[in-house]
C-alpha cells in the first residue's frame, strides 16, 4: 500500500481521544490556574491548623450543658484573585473534614437558614404536619465563633524572548488567610495562612 | 533525504500524524509508589518498596509522634539523597487501632526538593480515633 493511501488513516488514529476515571486526589497541573490541587492543599492546611490549635478546643457559654466544643459559623471566603473562584468549595471542604474531625459543632449558614425557614414555615402553615410533632424556630444554636477568610494571588508573566531561550514564563502566588473570631468579643482568636506558588513554563511546541 | 514514493502533501500528512499523536495521545506514566507504615504510635516503620529508585532518592527519617489533644500528631523529615533538585508527591493515610484507614480525604501533595534538602511533615490526624499512618510516595504524576 502506497503512503499516501495510509497517511489519513495515521492521521485519524492518531488524533485520538480517550475519557477515563481517574484519582481524584490525584495533583493536577492541566493549566496554571487554580484547580483541584489547590482546593484540597489550601483545605487540607488550614484543617491541619484549626485542629491542632489548642485555643480552640473549648468555649465557656451559659447556654451550653457539658458539650463545650466551640459551634461554629462558616462564613465567606473573599475572592480577591483575577480568577472565577467558587470560595464556598473551600469552606465546604474545611467543614465537612473539621466536622468529621468532631472538634467543633456547627450551625447551618444562609442556603442552611433558607431551607430550615421554608420548612419550619410548612410545618406550621400548611396543616399537614401533626401539631405535636412542628417544629418551631427560637430554638436554634447560636454561633460561638465565625470562620471567615480571604483568597488573594499575585500574577507575573514573561513573554518569549532569546534571554528566556524563547519559552513563555508564568507564575502564580496565592495566599488563603482564614481567621477564627469570637462574636461575643469580636477578638481574633485563631488565623492563619497557607501558601501556594505554581510557575508554568511554555515552549514554542508546547509546556515544558 | 528524500524517499523516492513520497509526494510533498504525503509527507506534510504523515507530519501531521505524528504531531497530532504526539499531542493527543500522551498516556499517563505509571509510577510506582513506596509506603511506609507505623500502624502503631512505636517508631517501627514498615516500607513497601514498589519503586527502589525513589526509595534511593528519598529518605524518611526523624520521626516522632505524640498525642496532643488526644489526637496523634506526627513529625518526620523527607530527606533528598540526590544531589540535584527533584519533584515528588506525598499522601498521608491515617490508620485506626485495627490498622484499618480512616474515612479522611487522601489527596497528594506536591513536593520540590532541593539536592540534598529536606522536607519536614507535621500533621495532626483528623479523628482521635487515628494511632497510625501510612505515608506514600510516588513519583510527580499529575494529570496535565
Known amino acids: 500500500m ?31 490556574d487554580y484547580g483541584s490541587t489547590d482546593l484540597q492543599t489550601l483545605a487540607g492546611d488550614m484543617v491541619e491548623s484549626l485542629v491542632s490549635s489548642p485555643a480552640l ?34 469552606t465546604d471542604k474545611i467543614q465537612t473534614q473539621l466536622l468529621k474531625s468532631g472538634k467543633f459543632r456547627f450551625v447551618a449558614a444562609d442556603q442552611g437558614q433558607a431551607e430550615i425557614g421554608d420548612q419550619v414555615r410548612f410545618q406550621q402553615g400548611s396543616g399537614r404536619v401533626r401539631t405535636d410533632m412542628m417544629r418551631e424556630f427560637g430554638k436554634q444554636l447560636g454561633a ?30 496565592y495566599q488563603f488567610v482564614l481567621r477564627a473570631v469570637n462574636i461575643d468579643t469580636g477578638e481574633i482568636i485563631w488565623q492563619d495562612e497557607a501558601e501556594l506558588r505554581k510557575t508554568s513554563s511554555q515552549g514554542l511546541f508546547g509546556r515544558i | ?34 509506603t511506609y507504615s507505623m500502624p502503631r504510635e512505636g517508631v517501627e516503620v514498615e516500607q513497601d518498596i514498589g519503586s527502589p529508585g525513589l526509595a534511593r532518592d528519598l ?44 474515612p479522611t480525604p487522601r489527596n497528594w501533595n506536591p513536593a520540590f526538593l532541593r539536592g540534598k534538602g529536606f522536607l519536614t511533615v507535621t500533621r495532626t490526624a483528623p479523628t482521635p480515633e487515628a494511632t497510625g499512618f501510612r505515608l506514600a510516595l510516588s513519583r510527580p504524576d499529575s494529570v496535565r
Not at chain 1, 499516501?4 to 493549566?31: F, I, M, N, Q
Not at chain 1, 494571588?153 to 514564563?169: D, N, P, Q, W
Not at chain 2, 533525504?1 to 513520497?6: A, F, G, S, V
Not at chain 2, 523529615?77 to 499522601?91: G, K, Q, V
Request: with cysteine.
Open chain 1, 57 to 90: 478546643n473549648y468555649l465557656e457559654n451559659p447556654g451550653k450543658t457539658e458539650d463545650k466544643r466551640i459551634i461554629m459559623y462558616v462564613g465567606d471566603v473573599e475572592n480577591r484573585t483575577s480568577e472565577h473562584i467558587d470560595t464556598q468549595a473551600i
Open chain 1, 2 to 32: 502506497k503512503l499516501t493511501r495510509l497517511a489519513p488513516a495515521l492521521l485519524l488514529l492518531s488524533a485520538c481521544s480517550s475519557v477515563r476515571y481517574d484519582d481524584p486526589g490525584k495533583t493536577e497541573t492541566l493549566t496554571i
Open chain 1, 144 to 173: 460561638d465563633m465565625i470562620l471567615y477568610g480571604t483568597l488573594r494571588s499575585i500574577e507575573k508573566r514573561k513573554g518569549s524572548s532569546v534571554e528566556s531561550g524563547l519559552t513563555r514564563k508564568q507564575d502564580v502566588y
Open chain 2, 1 to 34: 533525504m528524500k524517499h523516492p514514493e513520497l509526494s510533498t502533501p504525503t509527507r506534510t500528512l504523515l507530519g501531521l500524524a505524528l504531531l497530532a499523536g504526539i499531542g493527543s495521545c500522551v498516556t499517563p506514566r505509571g509510577t510506582a509508589q513506596n
Open chain 2, 59 to 102: 529518605v524518611m527519617e526523624s520521626i516522632t509522634t505524640r498525642r496532643k489533644d488526644g489526637r496523634l500528631q506526627v513529625a518526620f523529615d523527607l530527606r533528598s539523597t540526590r544531589a540535584s533538585d527533584m519533584a515528588f508527591e506525598w499522601s498521608l493515610i491515617w490508620l485506626d487501632d485495627h490498622g484499618f484507614p480512616l
